[in-house]
């Protein structure tokens, strides 16, 4: 079973009229997540009937017409929630009458994540979205329900006015797309920066290009991804790699030994942790606050560095695949600079050997997942935190004794506990809710 499915479980349209409208009205429910444990995104309150019911009533094709146009951006793009974003993001957005979900659909470029807030009250339609959940998908099966819906209701149209003209264009401009590694590149590319694909001039595919000569196959993904935020853009990028390759500040990240970077169905955030493990048993302490001397002993480097200024692209830049990086660092905050550095040993070990930006930033990439994860274990491992807070308590002061403990940020103690639903999530900050 996929762990995403676009299911039509009837089709309710009439022969007559506007074929690609009614004939393609059906049942749909939306359905993810493993077997064992289904989550319906379509069920719905209905106030005219007093009934609860699994699936929506919609146009089929309005659907795969919209899953085609944004399949790329669907595929690649990290969430960002402005209105242009949402627009190929969101299932509200495709329009024509239709009460859809408010169901939000992204990527971190490994993971596909399916989002639905519950509704309070009827919409126009006299219906009400009750599914409040977060699901993160194989990219692999969001792309297959995509195709088999997109077949099904081909075959309907066909059936109902003899050919498909409309679909079968778009997706087999898509299936040419996809099979040609250039051609697909690009397309991948454009829609990781937010672009939709084909809209780029030549001139910014040859900057990412070039670009990504000078950083790497990974690490111009993360660059690329970052570029919706960044003022300046491309240029900007660009301006930010060459001053972090010119920093005086290094560390050594030649101890590091190679890790399994990935695991089959592994969610990045649980590689981070499985890699920062790993590295815990390398420097031979399992468990136990990471103290400045031991983490300036492992890096090369006195701590804390000297602040390096703020900016959305930061990180690492090592010459070859082992020896020593040039950083920066985003704050004079020891604590803060801890955990950045830990960023940094993550993207060493999650980026290929020709990578040579180790890029940490705030998009919600795999990698960008993987590390924030990898320096959350390495600096404050959940079992130590899980005892401290089962004997200091979960109380304001509890917090700050924790923070002090591991050497850790306020928000990396509050978030861990809230990930282990340990602490709900009103403690944390409202910004980050």
């Known amino acids: 079973m996929r762990a995403i499915d676009f299911h039509i479980c009837d089709w309710l349209g009439g022969w ?19 077997e064992n444990a289904r989550t319906c995104f379509t069920e719905v309150y209905d106030a005219s009937s007093l009934t609860v019911r699994k699936q929506i009533n919609v146009s089929a094709y309005a659907f795969a017409r919209w899953l085609l146009v944004n399949w790329w951006r669907l595929r690649w793009e990290s969430p960002r929630r402005d209105d242009h974003w949402l627009y190929a993001h969101s299932l ?51 792309e297959a329900a995509v195709d088999s819906l ?34 697909a590149r690009a397309c ?33 993904n993360e660059l690329v991804a970052a570029l919706p935020r960044l003022p300046g853009g491309l240029s900007a990028a660009g301006e930010a790699v060459e001053l972090l390759r010119n920093s005086r500040q290094e560390i050594d990240l030649s101890w590091l030994k190679p890790l399994v970077r990935h695991g089959r169905s592994e969610l990045p955030w649980q590689r981070g942790t499985r890699m920062a ?14 103290t400045n001397d031991k983490l300036a002993e492992c890096l090369g480097a006195a701590l804390p560095m000297p602040f390096s200024g703020l900016g959305v692209l930061q990180g690492g830049y090592r010459q ?15 604590e803060r600079q801890r955990f950045h550095l830990a960023r940094v040993m993550a993207g060493a070990l999650f980026a290929s050997e020709q990578d040579h930006f180790l890029a940490v930033t705030d998009i919600g990439t795999a990698m960008q997942k993987c590390e924030r994860a990898f320096a959350q274990e390495l600096l404050c491992p959940w079992c130590d935190l899980d005892a401290f807070t089962d004997e200091k308590g979960l109380e304001e002061d509890a917090i700050a004794a924790a923070t002090e403990h591991f050497q850790v940020s306020d928000w990396t103690i509050r978030s861990a506990l809230v990930n282990k639903h340990k602490l709900p999530r009103e403690r944390l900050p409202t910004a980050l809710r």
């Open 150 to 183: 997109v077949d099904q209701v081909r075959e309907r149209l066909s059936a109902c006015r003899g050919q498909d003209r409309d679909l079968r264009e778009l997706q087999d401009e898509l299936a040419a797309e996809r099979s040609n590694p250039k051609l």
């Open 92 to 142: 509200a957005a495709i329009g024509e009458g239709f009460a859809w979900p408010p169901l939000v659909i992204s990527s971190d470029s490994e993971f596909i994540q399916v989002q639905a807030n519950a509704e309070e009250t009827c919409d126009v339609a006299a219906i009400r979205y009750l599914t409040d959940a977060t699901l993160d998908v194989p990219a692999a099966d969001f």
């Open 16 to 34: 007559n009229g506007d074929p690609d409208r009614e004939a393609t009205l059906a049942s749909l429910r939306i359905d993810a997540g493993p």
């Open 320 to 334: 070859d695949k082992h020896g020593r990086a040039k950083v920066t660092v985003p704050s004079a905050r020891i």
């Open 188 to 220: 991948r590319l454009q829609a990781t920066a937010g672009i939709d694909p084909g809209e780029a001039p030549n001139d910014w595919l040859c900057g990412v290009e070039e670009l990504g000569r000078g950083v790497g196959p990974a690490a111009i």
């Open 277 to 290: 493990v790993a590295v815990r048993q390398q420097l031979g302490q399992v468990s136990g606050p990471l």
